[in-house]
């Protein structure tokens, strides 16, 4: 491995730094005259009213190449000597979409131009994963809340944690899952660079202008070697100038008086109003175009969404989001194009968090420095065969939260109910990127029965983030049916780490005849190191968690992946309407740059204590706490209670832990129905495994905690509103050791199945279509060793994967269908819809009990235990729709203005979307999130 990273970084010396988004398309075709005989010397010329135009030579095998194109509508044009000249138009290109032409010159009887009107082909013969183009077409007439997450929403086979209705939703991202890919692995991504969060992986650094994007990408399967990991991969594509001028506007607007009330009388008897929006304003500008015509381009946008919601309990939660992007293009020469883009995107919330357990006091007020992000890339052509791309990024992120409690308010939670009080925590998080990458694109035709394009890369990537946060009053007080009960004692967290990646992909397409095979791989390099750190001590409990500074750790860690990826397309009819497709991956994961804090005395550090409030002050001293400094705690985390001051780490990485792993088959086939209006389906099979666990380790005898450990059985049973529940948990025979051990997972993996059938018409003859169903099942799979404490065990081997982690929205169910729809009417109107229908939530039941015997070996004062196998209860099947009517008012020479009405949750169903699954609750079943009533939006757009 040493020898590999040598040589990966004397690669990245001599070529620059590197990987591979698209960003772009391309357009690929053969030349040939009536005897199917390939014609070279051929001039095609790639001719838009957006872009200069460019030129290529047809080869000896009469095939030419346009590579990278922006995304846009061309006309190609074939010119040779005694042949007609030939021009095919329409050719529509998008991110990533790789058209095929056919080109067939006629000798010149007569000389004269033969003009093309042609269908460009909407099934793409080198596709042989699952991806989504959403264009301008559907980002702007689609009805949607106007953000990235509902926008996923629409796309087949991706399910999201919450539903916004009109923009209620937009002030908070989303999770969401697709193919049975973790949260964490999802890869954001910008005209090509990543951004992924890698402080909170799977998540975007930043919220967005919606109109800032000219088309988005969504990959969710058989992802090629440019790609890091199997989860979604998300690239957005921002606007750009052209030799057009463009000018574009909109405001959109709705009230809480243009919605109705879906509440049911179950929700009235709690006294709640439901989930509404006050208001939302919605408005913004972009513009752009020629500086100099076909040379130097420019665009500037500007936007903001004011966003006020009231939640279930009738708490406020209210956003504003500002967002600001720059773009500048340039042809330095007819092989030569640059860009520089500058993006800034800031948030600012009040009422964060806020529902029917965290009432305004609890909730905190969140602040920003606008994310700025800064990318330059250069694109140098070599010659028609020959490509490099040269990208670099960086991103500076300040942003954080401060509770409305304050912070000298000791935080309370009641267990019965689930219910906080007091105040809540702070946050204050410093986070940066800075991203290098050279891609590569080499063609060789002819070579070994067929032609070679070879995609290659090399990226490097530098994550450092700082955060410190801190519970109010560095303490929670826990209650049991009103009495003092628990309480946690704290001290402020602050994590100061950094981690990098090195990475090289490289693929190879072989194209010969109908056949098309993908061979390629990747290799990541990452690491985590942690900085000097000062923590500050305890307001509660100094003695037990004192101030310390920590020194600067490099744990001599990391892990280098090898993900081989192979996928082939077979075109059956000859045509290039249908085919065949398949893929066979391995994907690695992300390693997070907070990893090194395993090792580390800086990691968030807690205690708990039996506590009895004895002087009646609702206030936790030390004095009442059971057993303080002589006694061991309950249960804790992160220090060593019998050596507080201690800077040397009780855990350990084992030095055989690598990547978790996705192993990935696929078998497709698409058919071209008729023109614009194909029908896919796709079998997906992915197995997770070698996932990462922490167990217990005592490093004074270098022995971590196994299942023989746990040999304490204990049975009882519970009785609570009538019925009687029997239930049994484990405890270790001794108290737990200090230390931690960091290892890959024995046995435990996870099986996902899924069929997914989706159907696509593009706009043509006045009307356009996106459908999908997805069936899937994902189960986890333990093994003999793949647990330690049996505790729930029987309730959770063999069943559903649950996406979301916690109790509430505890998993999605096991089918999705979606469809969305726009037909042109005349006199300028335009109606669309989008549909969802999916199986209910799986919900998971549980009782909450006291626990003594694992409170005396530190194993926590209460447990969670499921009353049943975990997927036996759903909420109800779910179902929406949104439509959309609008009226383009052509304005000649002035441009388009369009008058919009928008109304979501047409049918105005009142839908559960949470409940409080704690049976031995007062609040057991009790409605904690609804869908948002029907409500009416205006909007009204301009562009020029």
């Given at each position: 491995m040493k020898k590999l990273s040598i040589m990966l970084t004397i690669f990245?010396?001599?070529?620059?730094?590197?990987?591979?988004?698209?960003?772009?398309?391309?357009?690929?075709?053969?030349?040939?005259?009536?005897?199917?005989?390939?014609?070279?010397?051929?001039?095609?010329?790639?001719?838009?009213?957006?872009?200069?135009?460019?030129?290529?030579?047809?080869?000896?095998?009469?095939?030419?190449?346009?590579?990278?194109?922006?995304?846009?509508?061309?006309?190609?044009?074939?010119?040779?000597?005694?042949?007609?000249?030939?021009?095919?138009?329409?050719?529509?290109?998008?991110?990533?979409?790789?058209?095929e032409l056919k080109i067939v010159l006629e000798l010149a009887i007569l000389q004269r131009e033969v003009t093309v009107v042609a269908v460009a082909p909407i099934v793409d013969a080198k596709k042989t994963g699952t991806a989504t183009n959403v264009t301008q077409i559907t980002l702007q007439e689609i009805p949607s809340g106007r953000d990235p997450w509902v926008v996923l929403q629409q796309v087949p086979g991706i399910m999201v944690d919450r539903e916004n209705v009109g923009g209620s939703e937009s002030g908070q991202q989303s999770q969401f899952i697709s193919k049975g890919a973790k949260v964490g692995e999802t890869m954001w991504n910008m005209d090509g660079m990543p951004i992924t969060d890698m402080a909170s992986l799977g998540t975007s650094p930043t919220y967005y202008d919606f109109d800032q994007f000219e088309e988005m990408q969504i990959v969710t399967s058989g992802q090629d070697a440019s790609i890091q990991t199997g989860g979604i991969s998300i690239n957005f594509i921002t606007r750009r100038g052209t030799n057009k001028y463009q000018v574009m506007g909109r405001t959109f607007f709705t009230h809480d008086k243009l919605q109705s009330d879906n509440r049911t009388e179950e929700l009235k008897d709690l006294g709640y109003v439901g989930d509404r929006i006050n208001q939302i304003l919605d408005y913004g500008i972009?513009?752009?175009?020629?500086?100099?015509?076909?040379?130097?381009?420019?665009?500037?946008?500007?936007?903001?969404?004011?966003?006020?919601?009231?939640?279930?309990?009738?708490?406020?939660?209210?956003t504003k989001l500002e967002g600001f992007n720059a773009k500048l293009n340039f042809h330095l020469s007819a092989r030569n194009r640059a860009e520089l883009a500058f993006v800034y995107n800031n948030k600012t919330q009040t009422g964060r968090d806020a529902s029917p357990t965290h009432p305004p006091e609890t909730t905190v007020n969140q602040y920003g420095n606008g994310n700025p992000f800064f990318k330059f890339e250069d694109e140098h052509t070599f010659s028609p065969n020959f490509l490099l791309s040269l990208k670099l990024a960086v991103r500076i992120s300040d942003w954080g939260y401060d509770p409305?409690?304050?912070?000298?308010?000791?935080?309370?939670?009641?267990?019965?109910?689930?219910?906080?009080?007091?105040?809540?925590?702070?946050?204050?998080?410093?986070?940066?990127?800075?991203?290098?990458?050279?891609?590569?694109?080499?063609?060789?035709?002819?070579?070994?029965?067929?032609?070679?394009?070879?995609?290659?890369?090399?990226?490097?990537?530098?994550?450092?983030?700082?955060?410190?946060?801190?519970?109010?009053?560095?303490?929670?007080?826990?209650?049991?049916?009103?009495?003092?009960?628990?309480?946690?004692?704290?001290?402020?967290?602050?994590?100061?780490?950094?981690?990098?990646?090195?990475s090289f992909y490289i693929n190879d397409a072989f194209s010969a005849g109908r056949l098309t095979l993908n061979f390629g791989f990747r290799v990541d390099r990452e690491k985590s190191v942690t900085n000097e750190t000062s923590i500050k001590a305890s307001k509660v409990a100094p003695l037990l968690l004192p101030a310390l500074t920590v020194p600067a750790i490099?744990?001599?860690?990391?892990?280098?992946?090898?993900?081989?990826?192979?996928?082939?397309?077979?075109?059956?009819?000859?045509?290039?309407?249908?085919?065949?497709?398949?893929?066979?991956?391995r994907y690695g994961s992300h390693m997070s740059n907070y990893f090194a804090l395993n090792v580390s005395p800086a990691r968030k550090s807690w205690a708990q204590y039996f506590w009895n409030d004895s002087n009646g002050d609702d206030q936790v001293t030390t004095d009442e706490l059971f057993g303080y400094l002589t006694l061991a705690p309950s249960a804790f985390d992160g220090f060593n209670p019998w050596n507080p001051t201690?800077?040397?780490?009780?855990?350990?990485?084992?030095?055989?832990?690598?990547?978790?792993?996705?192993?990935?088959?696929?078998?497709g086939i698409e058919r071209e129905i008729f023109a614009d209006f194909s029908l896919s389906a796709d079998v997906i099979l992915r197995r997770h495994h070698r996932t990462v666990w922490v167990l217990y380790y005592n490093k004074a005898t270098d022995t971590k905690i196994s299942q023989s450990d746990y040999t304490e059985h204990y049975t009882d049973s519970l009785t609570y509103d009538g019925e009687t529940y029997n239930y049994e948990y484990w405890a270790l025979d001794e108290y737990r050791p200090v230390g931690e051990y960091i290892e890959n997972r024995p046995d435990y993996h996870q099986n996902y199945m899924a069929l997914e059938i989706s159907a696509v018409k593009r706009l043509s003859h006045k009307w356009m279509m996106n459908a999908s169903f997805t069936y899937q099942i994902h189960n986890k799979h333990y093994g003999d060793n793949g647990y330690v404490d049996p505790t729930n065990i029987d309730k959770l081997d063999g069943t559903r994967v649950p996406y979301i982690s916690g109790f509430y929205y505890s998993g999605f169910g096991d089918w999705v269908a979606k469809v969305s729809f726009l037909y042109q009417l005349p006199w300028g109107f335009n109606i669309s819809c989008f549909a969802n229908a999916k199986q209910g939530y799986y919900y998971a039941p549980v009782i909450s009990v006291p626990t003594p015997e694992r409170s005396t070996v530190g194993l926590g004062a209460t447990a969670d235990i499921y009353t049943e196998k975990y997927g036996e209860t759903k909420l109800p099947n779910f179902y929406n729709v949104d439509l959309s009517l609008v009226k383009n008012i052509q304005l000649g020479k002035y441009g388009t203005l369009t008058l919009q009405v928008d109304a979501f949750n047409i049918f105005n169903f009142p839908h559960t979307l949470q409940r409080y699954p704690q049976v031995n609750s007062s609040r057991y079943n009790e409605i904690e999130k609804t869908l948002n009533p029907r409500i009416i939006r205006f909007g009204i757009r301009y562009r020029f």
């Open positions: 990245l010396i001599i070529t620059g730094l590197c990987s591979a988004q698209e960003q772009y398309g391309n357009i690929r075709g053969s030349v040939t005259d009536t005897e199917g005989t390939p014609l070279p010397g051929v001039t095609v010329s790639l001719e838009s009213e957006q872009y200069a135009p460019r030129y290529v030579i047809t080869s000896e095998g009469g095939v030419f190449r346009f590579i990278n194109v922006s995304l846009g509508v061309y006309q190609i044009k074939c010119e040779l000597p005694g042949f007609n000249t030939y021009i095919q138009e329409n050719i529509d290109i998008r991110v990533g979409f790789n058209a972009q513009v752009g175009g020629p500086a100099i015509k076909d040379r130097f381009w420019f665009w500037l946008g500007y936007g903001v969404q004011d966003i006020r919601h009231t939640t279930i309990a009738g708490y406020p939660d209210n409305q409690g304050g912070m000298d308010v000791q935080r309370r939670y009641d267990i019965d109910t689930g219910m906080y009080s007091g105040s809540s925590s702070n946050y204050r998080s410093k986070r940066s990127s800075y991203s290098a990458k050279l891609d590569g694109n080499y063609f060789v035709e002819n070579i070994l029965g067929g032609d070679h394009e070879f995609k290659f890369g090399v990226e490097y990537r530098l994550t450092p983030a700082r955060t410190n946060s801190a519970n109010a009053g560095d303490c929670v007080r826990g209650y049991l049916n009103e009495d003092s009960f628990i309480a946690q004692v704290d001290r402020e967290a602050v994590y100061d780490c950094k981690s990098d990646r090195y490099d744990p001599d860690f990391k892990w280098t992946t090898f993900s081989p990826r192979i996928g082939f397309t077979y075109n059956l009819t000859g045509d290039g309407k249908t085919l065949l497709r398949g893929n066979v991956a201690s800077l040397e780490t009780s855990n350990k990485i084992d030095e055989n832990l690598k990547s978790p792993l996705t192993d990935e088959l696929i078998l």
